[in-house]
């Protein structure tokens, strides 16, 4: 017979229960968007992304050598349109300085119109930068959106495959894309291609806008015409991040998105400094070119802020 129990009322069933389970333990899936954040994401990528990206490791959070041989399995992939094929796609080497270990070229690829487009009339130029944390992309990241913009505006589009960290740390990276540039301006390359020199145009997403950006001061800085820039989502302030690539107090306290932000998808601060650490790698001078995009700027940016 059970004991007495003084909580229960007198005459109240107290006889031992078999019907209790455990409750429900539920935890989110990793990476999945925190609950206080999702009231600010577009309900069409909230649903996309609890389908194809919540529960999978990101590209930070693998080794890079497995990525680099498993590029599929942990690529965030979006919905992209196959844009109609162009005239012509070329692959052609692009001298750049040489490394360490003896690459001196590297692959940019072009992407051209019909001859009919343009009438015989020199073609403008856009020259593209990939994002990818300066660690991950390639020549296939823009490749619907190059063909695009071919076959909407008529250009010649140029994609520069630059080489990426940590194998190739700053400020590598940044001078192949201004080394690319100059190399498409040339005059062998204008007459080549059959270019109008004053219709060129930079541009690229996170990264890859960054790269642009530097690109334009080094126009602006050495006399080389640049008609506009499309800056996606650019990281235009790197000078909060330490040599490890951790973000420092300073830089915590730079923008209030860092901590409004923090643990937010797909480019939480985590994903941000392991970009930073790989690229950065050491010690750099502040306020320089090609490390941050407090050098002076010529025209306002609109940016998400990192």
Same mark, same amino acid.
């Given at each position: ?54 529960? !999978? ?6 080794? @890079?050598? +497995?990525?680099?041989?498993? /590029?599929?399995?942990? #690529?965030?992939?979006? =919905? ?28 940019? !690829? ?6 009919? @487009?343009? +009438?015989?009339?020199?073609? /403008?130029?856009?020259? #593209?930068?990939?994002? =990818? ?174």
């Amino acid at each position: 017979m059970p004991y007495p129990n003084v909580f229960h009322l007198p005459g109240e069933d107290i006889s031992p229960c078999t019907d209790i389970k455990p409750a429900a333990i539920s935890q989110p899936l990793i990476n999945s968007i925190p609950p206080d954040l999702l009231p600010r994401f577009d309900p069409v990528y909230a649903k996309y992304h609890a389908h194809y990206s919540a529960g !999978r490791l990101a590209t930070h959070q693998i080794p @890079i050598k +497995e990525f680099r041989a498993n /590029p599929r399995k942990y #690529n965030i992939v979006y =919905g992209r349109a196959i844009a109609p094929d162009v005239h012509s796609i070329t692959d052609v080497q692009c001298p750049v300085a040489q490394s360490s270990d003896g690459k001196n070229s590297i692959t940019v !690829r072009i992407f051209e119109p019909a001859p009919t @487009i343009n +009438e015989g009339k020199p073609r /403008p130029a856009y020259i #593209n930068f990939h994002g =990818g944390g300066w660690v991950f992309g390639g020549l296939e990241t823009d490749m619907e959106f190059c063909k695009r913009l071919v076959g909407e505006l008529g250009c010649v589009v140029f994609d520069v495959d630059y080489r990426l960290a940590p194998e190739y740390q700053w400020p590598i990276p940044v001078d192949d894309c201004i080394e690319a540039f100059k190399w498409i301006e040339s005059d062998e390359m204008v007459q080549k291609r059959n270019l109008d020199r004053q219709r060129f145009a930079v541009g690229g997403i996170s990264a890859g806008g960054m790269l642009a950006a530097v690109v334009s001061h080094v126009c602006r800085d050495e006399g080389m015409p640049l008609s506009f820039q499309l800056l996606g989502v650019p990281v235009v302030d790197l000078d909060g991040y330490g040599a490890d690539g951790k973000l420092t107090e300073e830089g915590w306290n730079r923008y209030p998105s860092y901590r409004e932000m923090e643990f937010t998808v797909p480019l939480p601060v985590a994903r941000m400094e392991y970009f930073a650490a790989q690229f950065l790698g050491e010690e750099r001078d502040r306020n320089t070119y090609n490390a941050s995009l407090r050098y002076p700027l010529m025209i306002h940016i609109l940016t998400s802020e990192w």
